[in-house]
């Protein structure tokens, strides 16, 4: 019988149905029978893992288990002891999002290895299997001499079958997540972040990763030899690096896996592996666009610290807010209006207060003035990675925001890899890895605190997002990988093929605080960035974020209102997104539907190659007209022509169109698809 056949005979019948005492292997499919995983022992004992697709192999028999600092580890002398079955198709809906309606449809296994010797201590492994991809967990009882877990490293590995290519990130480096993501045979990654985006040979699409990561180190993956990864845990700040208490259960560690690049990005498969919406009513967190006292500062023409150049300003705070109230955007970011910014703020985090401003900024003013103008004021905690100096002050920092009507705080971890501050349960500061399990605790605790004051949370230099958004809806989005500012400070800016690069790496983790919008395309030293005007708007669409920065300058967008008006226009949360075309690191397409109407927009962006691309737009609504408002790149365009040579033109289509997309040599194009009323 082909394993095909077997599978579905054995979900088909035996669905929700525990199977006692077998040693065999225990088998799941998805729900479209493509892929197939299998769990297992050898002969020593050892637990593995493997999965097929289409009936050819994809993950080669994979090492399960763990290593602990206080007793021997899960390796060997286990057995395949026990197994269920299960399925579930569903919907749920996200309070805001890259779209409304998500489909949860997977089946799952749950197999319990148990020792043969000694005290037959035991653990499960949970599998779901969906149509694009694979989640499996550690699931550990509580049980006699295993109410504390010392853990040093899981043995977790992907041995990938097929050849594949990979883009990857360092991991463990001094620059976090902020590096660019290097393309090479998988045969050549060391130790790699997740998440890991590979191509096989034959053009499968594969995404390592995790979801749901609480109260445990981030997973970065080390290869062991040819295509074979093993999990690396951040290590903590003692030989454990994870320590929990039974019964525990660890993220899920996650395979997408499709036909193109595309079908990654379109995934769920990290939300539907997290928990549900923790807090009830989440009405206060507000996707929104926002501008800042923020780009000057990066750009050099004004400081975070006090002084004659400083940004945050009572003057200036208000004129930024009157630009914001004027241009329809909701929201304005404030950074360096706390004391602590002077001197080498890079490491003097214990130096910052999160509720005393500095003497030219009348925070009351500016909040007051932003409430009667209607706008919503972004809070700045910068902590220069001083966790634990941060979290004395943060309650107390969060009421202030509170009373004063600010909904939403982006904090910042500027500090090296490994130095990031912690406190021990001893009450000592450690130094720890930004996705240590000490600063996922930390995140835990601040977005818990922020919840409770109905402020949203977006952090910088964070931990990786494992989709924790679904849970906590004020987790609002985040960085994590190189953003505009390296196109503040000028070579090396961010290449042309970065954005297309993110669409299929980063931001399958979820939201991006990109800050895009820059529109006077000037480093600090006044070299020209690799990108164009048209490629900027875009970015809007391409790179998802439900907080939405206009990075530029007020002055730059004022000089330019006609492209100005797409970031206007443009909405932050989305009925639906597709994408419709793109390859890792060359190009990518995607639409979406607002919200809030009728009109769907869209994104193109590609490498240092110009390109035209076809799309349909069958995504459009049937019978509907749509009043396309193009902004595209001009004939001179290119990122190193005219960056900033844009055509802005009007047409009408519907969904039976087909529209060419030509994008300049690092260039892109944004459309606003306006629903037209039914003519009379
Ligand atoms: C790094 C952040 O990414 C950036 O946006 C911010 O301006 C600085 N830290 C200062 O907090
Ligand atoms: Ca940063």
New binding site residues.
């Given amino acids: 019988m082909s394993w095909r056949l077997f599978c579905c005979l054995v979900l088909t019948a035996l669905a929700g149905v525990a199977h006692a005492d077998s040693s065999s292997p225990a088998r799941i499919a998805s729900p479209d029978g493509r892929l197939q995983v299998e769990l297992s022992t050898d002969g020593e004992g050892r637990p593995s893992w493997r999965a097929e697709r289409d009936g050819h192999p994809l993950i080669a028999p994979s090492r399960l288990g763990m290593l602990f600092a206080d007793m021997p580890k899960f390796e060997r002398n286990l057995a395949l002891t026990a197994h269920t079955t299960g399925a579930h198709d569903g919907t749920w809906t996200q309070p805001w999002g890259e779209r409304h309606t998500v489909r949860d449809h997977h089946r799952e296994l749950r197999a319990t290895f148990t020792e043969q010797t000694g005290a037959q201590r035991r653990f499960d492994v949970v599998v779901r299997v969906f149509d694009d991809g694979i989640g499996f967990r550690y699931d550990i009882p509580r049980q006699p001499g295993l109410e504390r877990l010392e853990i040093v490293d899981e043995l977790t590995e992907f041995a990938v079958a097929p050849t594949a290519t990979a883009w990857w990130l360092p991991a463990l480096e001094w620059n976090r997540e902020e590096y660019l993501y290097a393309r090479t045979p998988l045969t050549e990654v060391g130790r790699v972040q997740t998440p890991i985006t590979l191509r096989t040979d034959e053009g499968t699409h594969l995404s390592l990763h995790e979801a749901a990561l609480v109260d445990y180190p981030a997973m970065n993956l080390a290869r062991v030899d040819g295509q074979r990864l093993r999990a690396d845990l951040t290590p903590g700040i003692s030989q454990a690096r994870a320590r929990v208490s039974t019964p525990f259960a660890t993220p899920w560690r996650v395979l997408l896996v499709t036909d193109t690049a595309t079908a990654l990005a379109d995934s769920s498969l990290i939300l539907n592996l997290n928990e549900p919406n923790a807090l009830d009513d989440v009405s206060w967190v507000r996707p929104m666009k926002y501008v800042g006292i923020?780009w000057e500062?990066?750009l050099g023409t004004k400081t975070?610290a006090s002084g004659p150049d400083h940004g945050a300003t009572t003057r200036h705070a208000i004129d930024t807010i009157d630009f914001a109230a004027e241009h329809g955007l909701e929201g304005v970011l404030i950074?360096?209006w706390n004391v602590g910014w002077d001197g080498d703020?890079f490491g003097n985090g214990e130096s910052f207060s999160f509720t005393e401003p500095y003497p030219d900024f009348d925070l009351e003013r500016v909040a007051a003035h932003a409430r009667e103008r209607g706008v919503q004021l972004i809070g700045?905690h910068?902590t220069s990675g001083h966790a634990a100096h941060y979290e004395e002050q943060m309650d107390d920092a969060f009421a202030l925001y509170e009373r004063l009507g600010v909904g939403a705080v982006?904090t910042?971890?500027?500090a090296d890899g490994g130095q990031a501050k912690v406190r021990d349960e001893a009450g000592h500061l450690r130094y720890a890895w930004h996705e240590s399990q000490a600063m996922v605790q930390h995140h835990d605790r601040v977005v818990r605190a922020a919840a409770r004051h109905r402020i949203a949370v977006n952090p910088?230099?964070p931990v990786k997002d494992t989709g924790l958004r679904r849970t906590w809806p004020n987790l609002i989005t985040r960085?994590g990988a190189r953003?505009m500012?390296y196109n503040a400070w000028g070579l090396p800016g961010n290449p042309p093929e970065h954005e297309a690069t993110l669409a299929f790496t980063r931001m399958l983790a979820g939201p991006m605080?990109f800050?895009p919008g820059v529109f006077a395309m000037r480093t600090r030293s006044g070299a020209p960035m690799a990108t164009t005007l048209a490629k900027q708007l875009a970015l809007y669409v391409v790179i998802y974020s439900p907080l939405q920065m206009a990075a530029d300058l007020p002055d730059h967008y004022r000089a330019n209102l006609p492209a100005f008006r797409f970031i206007q226009d443009v909405p932050v949360d989305w009925a639906d997104s597709r994408a419709l075309a793109g390859e890792v690191g060359e190009y990518a397409v995607f639409a979406r539907r607002d919200r809030h109407s009728e009109d769907w927009y869209l994104g193109a962006v590609t490498d240092a190659e110009a390109r035209t691309v076809e799309v349909a737009l069958d995504f459009l609504a049937p019978g509907q007209r749509y009043r396309a408002h193009v902004y595209r790149d001009g004939p001179g365009a290119g990122f190193d022509a005219d960056q900033t040579d844009i055509v802005i033109e009007q047409h009408d289509v519907d969904a039976g169109r087909t529209l060419s997309l030509a994008l300049a040599r690092g260039g892109g194009q944004a459309i606003r698809f306006e629903a037209l009323p039914d003519r009379p």
Wanted: proline share 0%.
């Fill in positions: 923020w500062m990066h975070w950074e360096g703020w700045h910068e982006k910042g971890y500027v910088h230099e960085e953003g500012e605080d800050t």
